[in-house]
């Protein structure tokens, strides 16, 4: 199956090392100064594109954590209709740092991960120009994603919008008791400037 222009376009934006240090540097009450790696991998790639994410502060590059999997894909029959589904790592310690050691992925299957049935988005895009787009992922009304870490559920919303150079995460922990957001875009999205392409 051939991939869209859209899709590859997309791949190519979330691809690469990011940072928001001019957000960080001026509202640092709201945001945390971090790196974020998304790396392309070879997994399902007969008919997707896949990348491994993952975040770090600044200050601790040695401890990034919320190791995820991203995996792009378009409908059949509508290619430029995109999703996107988070998979997590089974063991999560097994790559840690992959962000800045690709050589962990190298050995990374698709049956080392857990698929999360509620995580997808749909994307939608904006065409700029020719093959030059600015994409919006957000999940479908009533959608509902958690999963299980270290034996304690975790709710969270998702979301995210790209272009060549910018990447803005709205990802968020939220309180499935109060339903409130409780780390991450609480106040508006992490806006990210790409420093390297991968």
């Not at 009450?29 to 971090?34: F, G, N, R, S």
């Not at 992922?137 to 969270?156: E, K, W």
Request: net charge negative; with cysteine; charged share 20%.
């Amino acid at each position: 199956m051939s991939l869209s222009p859209q899709l590859i376009a997309l791949g190519e934006y979330l691809a690469g090392e990011f940072d928001n240090r001019e957000q960080a540097i001026a509202e640092p009450v709201w945001y945390v100064h971090l790196r974020l790696w998304q790396r392309p991998i070879n997994l399902f790639a007969e008919d997707s594109l896949t990348l491994f994410a993952e975040q770090a502060n600044v200050i601790n590059l040695d401890r990034p954590y919320r190791q995820r999997i991203m995996r792009l894909w378009q409908e059949q029959d509508s290619p430029a209709l995109l999703r996107v589904q988070y998979y997590m790592p089974k063991d999560p310690t097994a790559i840690k740092g992959a962000g800045s050691n690709p050589a962990l992925l190298n050995t990374l299957t698709p049956d080392q991960l857990d698929l999360l049935p509620g995580c997808v988005l749909t994307v939608t895009q904006e065409t700029l120009a020719t093959n030059r787009y600015k994409f919006a992922a957000f999940p479908p009304p009533q959608s509902y994603c958690s999963f299980t870490y270290q034996g304690n559920t975790v709710q969270v919303s998702l979301g995210f919008e790209a272009s060549e150079t910018t990447f803005h995460s709205y990802d968020k922990g939220i309180d499935s008791a109060t339903g409130k957001a409780t780390w991450g875009a609480v106040v508006g999205p992490y806006r990210y400037t790409k420093r390297n392409q991968y």
